[in-house]
Structure formats: C-alpha cells, structure tokens
C-alpha cells in the first residue's frame, strides 16, 4: 500500500519511464493540488499502461487523478470519490483512454473536456457495443450534451430507457418517466419545442412548448402518417396521395370483428350545453386564406370511388341510380311548415299554394308554378 497524503502538489507523480505497471491500494487524499498525476504513459498504438485498482483518491485540492500529456492509456480498477474538482481530468488536447474495470459505485464528479471539441467525453463499451456520453457540437461557445447508443449484436437488440420504480411505490398519479425541457432560470420555455425526434437528420416528431404535437411525414409518399392499431383494427391519419407536390389528408377507420361492428365518428357535449340551435357536429370547407368555397363542392360521399352524394355550395346532388327511400313506420314530411318554399326542375320555389280553383285550368296553373309540368 502506498499512502500519499498531505503533500503541497500532487501526492504522487507518475512521469515516463516508471509506468507500464499494476499498483494497488493507493491511498491518496488531502493533497493540495492532486491525487494522482500521470504524464505521458506512451503513444499509440502501443501504449505505455498503468493499473491502478483497490485505491482511494478523495477530497484532493484539484483532482483525485489527472492525466496530462497526449495518446495516454490509464486503466483505474477501483471506485474513487469525494475530489474538490472532480475525479479525472483529462486536459484539453489529450487523446488519451481512460478506462474503468470492474468497477462498482464510480464517483464522476466532473469530467473536463476540451471546449468546442465534438464528440468529447466519455465512454461505457465492451466488444459488441458502446454507450458515449459527448458533447454533440463543435460550435465555438456551444455545448450540446448527447448520449450516443452504438446497439451491437443481433437484430433484435434496440437502445432503451427504463425506469424502475418500487412495488410500493407504484401509486398515484405522478409519471415514472418524465421528459422535462425549461430555460435556465427555472422557468417554462416559452417559444422552443420541448423534444423532438429524429431519423437522423430528418424531423419526425416535434413537441411544442404548448403541447402542440407535429408529425413530419416523407413527401409524396401514399398511406403514410399515424396509426392506432391493434390486431383487429386500426385508426390511421394519412396523406391519401402519392401525387407530387400534394398533400391529402385522410383518415383511415378500419374495423374489424362481428358484423355489427362499424367504424363512428361520435360528437359528444356536456348536458348542460345542449341548448340552442349551434350544430354539435360540424363539417366545414373552406380556401386556405378563411374564405368560402366559390367553386368545389364542400363534400361528397362515395362507395370506393363511385360518388353518391355531392354536397355542392348550393345544391345536394344524387349520384346515378340513388335513390331516396321513406320509413314506412311515420313517414316523411317533405316541408315541415306553409311558409317554407318548394319546386321542381328547376322553377323558382314557392310556398303552399291556397285558393286553387278546382279547375283544369287552375290546377295545371298549380303545377306550373311548382315545375312539376310545363305551361
């Protein structure tokens, strides 16, 4: 055992030239400057390599180990704590590795990289994979913390984040997982999206500061877009066109089971607002710009492809061979009131006529007036 405590600098040096060793239990603490300061342990690809395991580098002035000097190699076997600054340094401009080897209950308290350097930091890794925690940016006064998941082995294998709460703890209405943005002085962001995410580069998903959600779809692509599903049905929103340059939004309801079961929309209000004469439901058209419709229809209804209803800006069109059936039960009232007006093939509507002569003459002047003959 080597006790190292106490001293003005470092509690002890190791320089080139009396590295490439294994020590144990080094017990350095309470040293004015650090713990342990390795220089120059030697340059890739063969380096120079120090083990150091079962040691004790705490409550040091600067660092419990720093290590100085480029392409260094420091094995540490052990857990260390309790530094003023930290517990490794590694100085600007080193390439070296510093890596941890069984080691339980490792105390980081900070970890200096180089500024403005990308993709600096540290690493968790074996043969098949890596966890890298970087700074993502190389932007001059930028600082862009990232967690890079390289997956190794089979297909099946996927990069996770998993909360583990306790069984007794598994109450109330607090999330196990939170996902939290906000700005610096502790309060909400205010223009930002929260999160977003990404295939690579390409935007998927954006989560407004508002609880706005965008979804970023391929373009020109058919049938792409969000989906609800499980193995008997789904409700998906597309973009129902594969057309260059346009955009067809489109939901999907796909039902599945019981011959009974059909797909719904359902407008649902509180009882007390059910008063009035605004509709609970509405089906609107309109130019982008909020102004009315001056030419396509608002709505049409189809089989498939084949139209059956047209709902044009002032008429309601039947598509061939549609017919209107009546209940045979109460029947069907066409005109709830005198006042309301009726015509036919295209004459100028009218109200109930009254004080028609029962006449040949007055009834075919009747039927004239509705359309429903020619005078």
Do not use: W
């Not at 973009?239 to 489109?250: E, R, Y």
Request: hydrophobic share 40%; glycine share 10%; charged share 15%.
């Amino acid at each position: 055992m080597i006790t190292c405590t106490n001293n003005t600098n470092q509690g002890v040096t190791f320089a080139s030239g009396n590295l490439d060793g294994s020590y144990d239990s080094l017990n350095c603490h309470d040293n004015i400057d650090n713990g342990l300061r390795v220089i120059q342990l030697g340059g890739f690809p063969n380096p120079q390599r120090l083990v150091i395991s079962n040691s004790v580098f705490k409550d040091n002035g600067d660092f419990g180990i720093a290590l100085d000097d480029g392409n260094d190699y420091l094995i540490i076997g052990c857990a260390f704590d309790g530094n003023t600054n930290g517990t490794v340094r590694v100085d600007a401009g080193v390439t070296g590795i510093v890596t941890f080897m069984d080691c339980r209950g490792i105390d980081l308290q900070q970890l200096q990289i180089p500024d403005d350097t990308v993709d600096s930091g540290f690493r968790i890794f074996n043969s098949d994979g890596e966890m890298q925690f970087v700074n993502g940016s190389a932007t001059v006064g930028a600082f862009s913390p990232t967690i890079n998941n390289v997956i190794g082995g089979v297909a099946s294998i996927s990069a996770k984040i998993i909360t583990k709460v306790p069984v007794a703890s598994d109450t109330g209405t607090v999330p196990a997982f939170n996902i939290q943005s906000q700005q610096d002085d502790g309060t909400d962001l205010a223009v930002r999206p929260i999160f977003g995410i990404r295939n690579r580069a390409t935007e998927l998903f954006t989560f407004g500061f508002d609880g706005n959600v965008v979804h970023t779809i391929v373009d020109d692509v058919v049938d792409i877009g969000y989906t609800i599903s499980n193995s008997d049905g789904k409700i998906a929103l597309l973009n129902g066109t594969g057309v260059a340059n346009s955009f067809s939004g489109t939901l999907q309801l796909t039902a599945a089971g019981a011959a009974g079961v059909t797909n719904k929309i359902i407008s649902k209000i509180p009882v007390a607002s059910d008063t009035g004469s605004i509709a609970a439901f509405v089906i609107q058209s309109q130019q982008d710009d909020n102004t009315d419709l001056v030419t396509r229809p608002i709505l049409t209804v189809q089989n498939r492809a084949t139209v059956l209803y047209t709902f044009g800006l002032s008429n309601l069109t039947f598509g061939d061979a549609v017919d209107i059936a009546f209940n045979t039960t109460t029947g069907t009232k066409i005109g709830t009131s005198t006042s309301q007006k009726l015509a036919f093939y295209n004459a100028t509507p009218i109200v109930q006529q009254t004080g028609v002569a029962v006449t040949a003459a007055g009834i075919h002047a009747a039927l004239v007036s509705l359309g429903l003959i020619t005078a």
